[in-house]
């Protein structure tokens, strides 16, 4: 009341006048009948409260006023800024909260961890919720990054961590995505590179972004950034990185920026690996994978250029299951297929069937385990995702069996969680004798790309 008669209250000459029910908004931020102050983030802005609606909301606050057994109350908060802190505080005051211009998820996240702090289970329930209705390119790390904020095995941070290994490249080109990654534990970095695709992870940007990952970690530490430094930081990481499968200018690159970053052994076995003088690399992973090299391997259904750059032709329908006839005219390995779908949609291989007849090497296959191998924008309207199938499927043609040539097909066939573009209609017959595949599609929906491997088996 005094502070009334003095006016240091902001409006409080109408407090009285206002309706009933917007009494407690008009207390949000203000200081009159205030008796608890929040000491908000780094800079410590002063924020007021009161003690009767906070106990309220949180059965935490009434113990720590209670406790506190003092006529002016003051709390430190220094994890969460200011803003993000105010909308939690109107939670408290008004029960509403809108999280829908949260693209970010920055706020989202920071209300979480005040509402389990606090053990409040309703706004707990509306955070989750919020963060589960919308990820993407943008938020997927600063899911993954709070993941301890959600639910053990929680869909959305499991969600989080399939995007971001899927479209790896495109998440590192956002600097809040890269603050977010070099604050991670380096358990959750490795858990991100047993997960990224191996179609578009560029493997010497994956490097580039592990470095900093590992300069960020020495500053922790207070430790200079040398290389045997950053060597040491990175651990078995370092040795999951396909140094390999790089491009040799890249290696050299990379040599010639970090002395000592490889021993001499390192340095030859990777040398001999990349001459072609052998098939595998001791120490260093070197797995098959699905390059933009090996592109120029794909059997395109649909018209298009023979790699990435552009889309088959698509009507306007969708379909939820694809099919594709096709044959070999040499012994060959097929990697896996792939498939277009809207712009950073999620879609999922649910089925996955190849029959053939007994000129394959391998005979019919029902059921075939299929892995996400990576993800490829398009144009701004689709995006390729690439499949790989678990095990391996290798084809030869009638020919190498009965001595004669023949047009025996091969049919592969798969169904989705949800329904991806179709190609245009109308007979499709492509022969690659370079590539010594062909395939004769007349039905509609047809799977626009087989992936084969570059060296034949």
Known sequence: IEQMAAGKCADSSNFWEIEDNQKYSMLLNNEFLSDVTFIIGEEGTRVPGHSFVLTLCSWDFYNAFKLMKLDKFELIIKDVPESSFLAFLEYCYTFTLDLTEDKSLDKTMDILKLSQRFHMKTLEQICLKAAASNPSILNCMNIYKNKVLFPTDSSVTNTALHLIGNTLSDVIQIQKNIEYFLHLPLEAVMEIDKKRCTVT??????FDTLI????????????????KNLK???????????????KATWFIEINASYPGLFTTEEFNNISRKMNGHTVDCPGFKCLPQLTYNSCSRVVLFGNTLHSFTGPPKL???????????????????????AFMVKRHEMVNVTTCKLNWDDWSYNGSKDNITTNPAGRHQVNENFDLIAIRFDH???LAPISNYRGVNSDAQAVLHCKFDKPVPNLSSGKIDRTDSIRGTWCRINEQNAIPYLIFSESQR
């Open 212 to 227: 900093k990952w590992a300069k960020r970690a020495c500053q922790k530490k207070q430790i200079p950034q040398s290389t």
């Open 201 to 206: 992870s560029d493997e010497k940007e994956w």
């Open 392 to 394: 391996k499927c290798i």
């Open 232 to 246: 040491m930081l990175l651990g078995d990481l370092f040795y999951e990185i396909r140094f390999p499968d790089m």
């Open 315 to 337: 009507n306007q329908g969708l379909t939820d299951e694809m099919t594709s006839k096709f044959g070999v005219t040499e012994r060959i390995e097929l990697l896996g297929f």
